[in-house]
């Protein structure tokens, strides 16, 4: 079974509305973190936000907030008030274990375009 | 964050020969990351390099292919071997530094290989 699944290949949103990003997950482990990267058409992976398995709030980061439903698997990135400079492709990405055991997986990816 | 940089953004190679990419970060890290990104696809991690140890290659990686050196807590390098055009890929490298509590994995600007 996939660890990361994002069931997006592709979203469309206009400029100035808020766009989900969906991401389910799977892991026997109680401890594990959820992280959310932008990676433009330049290649490089930019780190947006981090939920922790134990944390209790949603975890928020300006206009990114991430919808952490922990019972249905599922990490879900919130962009508000879309930007032209959004447009890329997005991965959700799971860590697992600690020290020499630790492990980020990713998902396929989103790819994200806002119109002006 | 870690500031992270590679060396080269990218390169043209001939089938046969090899490439060693270099990363560089501008705070001692445990444990340094490299991934490979084929076209259009996710990443996925090639190995684990920790400083004063063998790397540690996942499933379908071996050194041969791929040897890492890591001599210090700033640097190491990844060598892609007996090149084919099927290694033409984005090749990056990532710490793991401690940023606000959590553990964050964060990227360099990667290497893009294309082999002819």
């Known amino acids: 079974a996939q660890k990361i699944t994002q069931t997006q290949p592709g979203m469309f949103v206009q400029e100035k509305e808020a766009v989900t990003l969906d991401c389910t997950y799977d892991t026997s482990d109680q401890s594990y973190g959820l992280f959310w990267y932008k990676q433009p058409s330049s290649g490089e992976m930019i780190f947006l936000i981090y939920?922790?398995?134990?944390?209790?709030q949603n975890a928020t980061e300006g206009r990114y907030s991430l919808n952490f439903q922990k019972a249905r698997k599922s990490a879900n990135l919130v962009i508000s008030a879309s930007q032209l400079g959004d447009s890329a492709m997005y991965f959700c990405a799971m860590r697992e274990g600690r020290g020499s055991n630790y492990k980020l997986t990713f998902g396929k990816g989103t790819l994200l375009t806002v119109n002006p | 964050s870690a500031v992270i940089s590679q060396k080269p953004s990218r390169d043209i190679c001939q089938r046969g020969t090899s490439l060693t990419i270099q990363c560089q970060v501008d705070?001692?890290?445990?444990?340094m990351f490299w991934y490979r990104q084929q076209p259009g696809q996710s990443l996925t991690l090639i190995a684990t390099?920790?400083?004063?140890?063998?790397?540690?290659?996942e499933s379908g990686f071996v050194i041969d292919k791929f040897p890492i050196s890591r001599p210090n807590l700033t640097f190491s390098t990844l060598t892609v071997s007996n090149l084919s055009p099927e290694d033409s890929s984005i090749y990056l490298c990532?710490?793991?530094?401690?940023?606000?509590?959590?553990?964050?994995?964060?990227f360099g600007p990667g290497t893009r290989l294309t082999v002819l």
């Open positions: 939920q922790g398995s134990y944390d209790e």
């Open positions: 990532s710490v793991e530094t401690l940023q606000g509590g959590t553990d964050t994995q964060y």
């Open positions: 705070s001692q890290v445990t444990m």
């Open positions: 390099a920790n400083q004063g140890s063998e790397a540690t290659y």
